[in-house]
């Protein structure tokens, strides 16, 4: 089984900055890929961010030059940095680790960008 838990999200205002941490626990020793989809209220979930095993990342247009997704193998943990915040960033966050066989997923983080 595998676990994720995700932290690090809150209320911040425009122009400001958040981490958000994803620690993988369970059986597996590799990765395809883990990441950062988001949902707004009202709309379809979409990636934000991901990093593949071989460390190549991908970002949605939309953050790109803001956002920064890392990995510490050791901890077994992703982090998304998140600058230059705004209010359209609202959403939650959800992380997820894509096993080649299956996907999973934490249970989702709310970031909340507003004056």
């Known amino acids: 089984q595998v676990q994720l838990v995700e932290s690090g999200g809150g209320l911040v205002q425009p122009g400001g900055s958040l981490r958000l941490s994803c620690a993988a626990s369970?059986?597996?020793?590799?990765?395809?890929?883990m990441g950062w989809y988001r949902q707004a209220q009202g709309k379809q979930r979409e990636l934000v961010a991901s990093i593949t095993g071989g460390g190549r990342t991908d970002y949605a247009d939309s953050v790109k030059g803001r956002f920064t997704i890392s990995r510490d193998n050791a901890k077994r943990t992703v982090y998304l940095q998140m600058n230059s915040l705004k209010s359209e960033d609202t959403a939650v966050y959800y992380c997820f680790v894509n096993l080649w066989v299956a996907d999973y997923w934490g249970q989702g983080t709310q970031v909340t960008v507003s004056s």
């Open positions: 369970g059986s597996f020793i590799s990765f395809n890929a």
